[in-house]
């Protein structure tokens, strides 16, 4: 079976239907699509951030097409693992499935995903999460559901989380995002998560607790919503929907990533 890899799908979430571009309203529509063609989706997120903020009458809510988000994922998802399906497709999803909406409608979704199987780690908007008496909410959907797990990729094992590495979560720390994220680093110009890049929260200790501790083992995580694809660390790769133009991460995908640093 050929494994795929992605997280944060959120069917059904205002919030970051509109922060992927799924607007209702044609100016802003027009201006997010402009700034993220000139400026990058970092950006373009920023600024429906702002408009929003500034304008009373709007919210995420009023302003976001989840119907055309989630369409679009489905669409997206499919058409990836349908290019490599003949051997049989596991699809990880790290997470974050759905939220703001209904179970049957996350349901829907995932039931509309062409992967011969579907396997769970948990994450914070799940409502399984720290609720594990739940799980059978998601009966005749996932073959597997975990709060963490590994697999092995090319010979070499993988950590599967939600979060990233324990250790990399709080404020960045100089040597890391800030310099990688200028090439002024040990790594490329390309590997670092910008400042700005990802959600409010994107490495808040909150859930530190929940993160794994390093291990020496290579992770695959969600959560931050960033739009680059490596961690704090040289052995953390984001495969989050964010960061992947909506498409989910193959084996080989993972590791010729990893081959390249």
Request: proline share 3%.
């Amino acid at each position: 079976m050929a494994m795929y890899f992605t997280t944060d799908t959120h069917f059904g979430h205002p919030l970051v239907s509109a922060l992927r571009g799924f607007i209702t309203v044609p100016a802003i529509k027009e201006e997010y699509d402009r700034i993220a063609a000139e400026q990058g989706r970092a950006e373009a997120t920023l600024y429906v951030k702002r408009a929003v903020a500034v304008d009373p009458s709007l919210s995420m809510r009023a302003i976001a097409d989840t119907d055309a988000h989630d369409r679009a994922v489905i669409a997206s998802i499919n058409a990836t693992i349908e290019a490599g399906a003949d051997e049989g497709v596991d699809l990880w999803i790290l997470g974050d499935i759905g939220y703001r909406t209904t179970m049957e409608h996350i349901r829907h979704c995932l039931r509309a995903l062409h992967a011969d199987r579907l396997h769970l780690v948990i994450g914070n908007h799940d409502i399984n999460f720290h609720h594990r008496e739940l799980d059978s909410e998601w009966r005749h959907v996932f073959a597997t559901i975990q709060d963490s797990a590994r697999v092995e990729i090319d010979g070499v094992t993988y950590n599967l989380s939600h979060f990233p590495y324990r250790d990399d979560l709080g404020p960045a720390r100089s040597g890391t995002d800030g310099d990688r994220a200028s090439g002024t680093g040990s790594g490329s110009a390309s590997a670092g998560t910008p400042a700005r890049d990802g959600s409010d929260n994107a490495y808040d200790t909150g859930f530190a607790a929940d993160a794994l501790p390093r291990d020496g083992h290579r992770l695959l995580f969600g959560h931050t919503h960033q739009h680059t694809k490596p961690g704090r660390n040289h052995d953390s790769l984001h495969v989050g929907l964010d960061s992947w133009d909506l498409k989910p991460v193959s084996e080989a995908e993972v590791t010729a990533w990893f081959a390249s640093l």
